[in-house]
């Protein structure tokens, strides 16, 4: 061992003696800011323009206009956690959850879902702070908290009566206070954190914009910000069932960003994966599923003689693909071939 190796170890042990802890750490080890696992979100296709799906230890942001699937986005992130065994909670500053869609979505309403009523942004982040704490420190259970909506939340000053709430700024002032504390505790055991958030049109701007109205802490803090847009109804027999729902990943501090996709969002039972996936691979830019008269639509790089499928809706794509065995593998296969384009349609 050289003199150099030698008095990089004996620093490294003084410091942490000095500190009654580790605190110092080789870059070849495991230090707190590593991803050690991703959960699946609930669509193929935005794993892969997330880096691989909702990341342990991290904080990530929801954010877009009403309607627009803000929230049926974050139940898929909690159903995902629930089918690992996790634990999932859930802050409804909005008091909007609906228990009974969350259901036919396959959230399971058990001991390991539970709802914190915050009534302020202080009492929030106590209620995580205090939640985490009870934790192991090795905790190997993955846990998701969900914020849904953080722009909802008020303070304890206007709660008690102030019209001003604590001052100009006093969210965000306050989101910035508890994010610096909490930010710590996530990776320490086993968490991630997803604040669902909206937006608002500047009033009196010179040049309008569209963001959010909670500061700049959420911005800063999280590693994912998904922007989500409602880009239309679909119909089945005309009957309204669902809007496009699209997602793009304006901030990835662990991927590129700037990917996008869009999911199917039916209003019962939330987003179909493979009915998403269908649309993606039947665009002219990619070109798997081709478009043929009269609505047909068919697959000849899978097989050149496999039967097309007409105007095809949810039950009917799902029985195309039952009906012919392997196709939906084949399908998967060309999305990793393909996956670059989920960059380049945004």
């Given at each position: 061992m050289s003199k150099v190796d030698i008095n990089i170890a004996e620093i490294i042990k003084d410091l942490n003696n000095k500190h009654k802890?580790?605190?110092?750490?080789?870059?070849?080890?495991?230090?707190?800011?590593?991803?050690?696992?991703?959960?699946?979100?609930?669509?193929?296709m935005l794993d892969i323009v997330m880096g691989g799906g909702v990341p342990i230890g991290r904080i990530v942001e929801i954010f877009g206009d009403f309607s627009a699937g803000?929230?049926?986005?974050?139940t898929h992130f909690m159903i995902e956690f629930q089918k690992l065994g996790g634990i999932v909670a859930l802050i409804d500053t909005e008091t909007g959850f609906d228990k009974k869609r969350a259901q036919n979505m396959g959230l399971e309403l058990n001991e390991r879902f539970l709802v914190?009523?915050?009534?302020?942004?202080?009492?929030?982040?106590?209620?995580?702070?205090?939640?985490?704490?009870?934790?192991?420190?090795?905790?190997?259970?993955?846990?998701l908290i969900v914020w849904d909506t953080v722009s909802n939340s008020t303070t304890e000053a206007s709660k008690d009566g102030d019209r001003f709430g604590g001052g100009l700024g006093a969210v965000p002032r306050?989101?910035?206070?508890?994010?610096?504390?909490?930010?710590?505790?996530?990776?320490?055991?086993?968490?991630?954190?997803?604040?669902?958030?909206?937006?608002?049109?500047?009033?009196?701007?010179?040049?309008?914009?569209v963001d959010t109205n909670v500061g700049g802490g959420i911005k800063f803090n999280a590693s994912i910000r998904l922007h989500v847009k409602?880009?239309?109804?679909?119909?089945?027999?005309?009957?309204?069932?669902?809007?496009?729902?699209?997602?793009?990943?304006?901030?990835?501090?662990?991927?590129?960003?700037?990917?996008?996709?869009?999911?199917?969002l039916r209003y019962e039972t939330g987003f179909h994966d493979n009915m998403s996936l269908f649309y993606f691979l039947s665009k002219k830019e990619v070109g798997v599923i081709e478009g043929g008269g009269a609505g047909y639509w068919r697959c000849p790089k899978f097989k050149p003689d496999l039967p097309s499928i007409r105007?095809?809706?949810?039950?009917?794509?799902?029985?195309?693909?039952?009906?012919?065995?392997?196709?939906?593998?084949?399908?998967?296969?060309?999305?990793?071939?393909?996956k670059d384009m989920l960059w380049k349609l945004s």
């Open positions: 802890r580790k605190i110092v750490y080789l870059g070849s080890e495991d230090i707190m800011s590593d991803v050690k696992r991703w959960v699946h979100t609930g669509s193929t803000k929230s049926t986005l974050a914190f009523e915050a009534m302020t942004v202080e009492e929030g982040f106590k209620i995580i702070l205090d939640f985490l704490n009870q934790l192991p420190e090795d905790n190997e259970v993955p846990v306050l989101l910035r206070e508890g994010l610096r504390v909490i930010n710590k505790q996530i990776p320490l055991k086993n968490a991630s954190l997803v604040f669902v958030n909206q937006v608002q049109a500047s009033i009196g701007a010179y040049v309008p914009t409602n880009k239309g109804i679909f119909k089945e027999n005309d009957n309204p069932m669902g809007i496009t729902c699209g997602i793009k990943v304006v901030k990835n501090k662990l991927a590129k960003p700037q990917g996008y996709c869009e999911q199917m105007s095809p809706n949810i039950v009917t794509f799902d029985k195309w693909l039952v009906d012919n065995q392997g196709l939906l593998e084949f399908l998967q296969e060309q999305l990793k071939e393909h």
